[in-house]
């Protein structure tokens, strides 16, 4: 009897073990589809401020996450060119991917300002995974819009994601050479004049938050934007 019981639950536990090594093998294999739900709001009011004030369509469209959502005075900035803006703050490439037939396809942009990466680095994804996001990204852009040209902001630096900082490094790192492999890839590098001597932040850039940018860290990037449009923009809104 003890033989029969002892063989019984040998059995049962192979099967368990054989029934969890399956839900791990499905768990690996077979990555959950992520939720853009979150978004929906803020990408519907976009849709419905369209219908009432349409944008300029081959203009340049500034697009991703808080970076891009907070910058209230981009089109002054970039004056005369004309540019849309379609940020949303908490933004990952994934949410820009699943959205991109609604905020960047429609306005057929002729550059679109790409400022998205950190969010994605923040929830623990890899700098190889945000280099495929961002290679997914340029492929579906470029399979609707073979002429539109695409220029990523670097991922910048700041105190709040200092335990960030090398891991953004080597994403930048992977973009840009990624960047540097097409003609119709940019990047624009407002990584290094954010880092100071002793390779940390500076401050001066940087809102109370220690995340995002205040107005004199916008009145940067615009210069430096300003040195990588001309060659593509000024003659489009001429």
């Keep these: 009897m003890r033989a029969l019981w002892a063989v019984e639950s040998r059995r049962q536990f192979i099967l368990l073990a054989a029934l969890l090594g399956i839900c791990l093998i499905r768990s ?8 853009h739900t979150q978004w929906e709001p803020q990408i519907r009011a976009f849709e419905d401020r369209d219908k009432t004030n349409p944008p ?15 910058w209230k005075t981009l089109k002054v900035d970039l004056d005369p060119l004309p540019v849309v803006r379609r940020g949303f703050g908490g933004a990952t490439i994934p949410d820009v991917i699943a959205f991109a037939d609604r905020i960047i396809l429609p306005y057929e942009p002729r550059i679109v300002l790409l400022y998205v990466g950190e969010n994605d680095l923040a929830i623990r994804r890899t700098g190889r995974q945000v ?8 492929r579906l852009v470029r399979s609707r819009l073979p002429n539109t040209q695409i220029a990523f902001i670097s991922m910048k630096p700041s105190i709040t994601r200092i335990h960030l900082f090398d891991r953004i490094r080597r994403a930048n790192a992977l973009i840009k050479a990624e960047t540097d492999r097409h003609d119709y890839l940019d990047y624009i590098d407002i990584f290094t004049p954010m880092v100071d001597g002793q390779r940390k932040p500076r401050a001066e850039f940087l809102a109370a938050d220690g995340l995002h940018l205040n107005a004199k860290g916008y009145q940067l990037w615009s210069s ?7 060659q593509h923009a000024f003659a489009a809104a001429e």
């Design 28 to 35: 690996l294999w077979f990555e959950p589809k992520p939720s």
């Design 131 to 138: 280099l495929m996001d961002f290679r997914k990204l340029v």
């Design 56 to 70: 300029p369509k081959r203009a340049i469209l500034a697009v991703g996450s808080s970076s891009i959502h907070l």
């Design 224 to 230: 430096i934007l300003r040195q990588h449009l001309p």
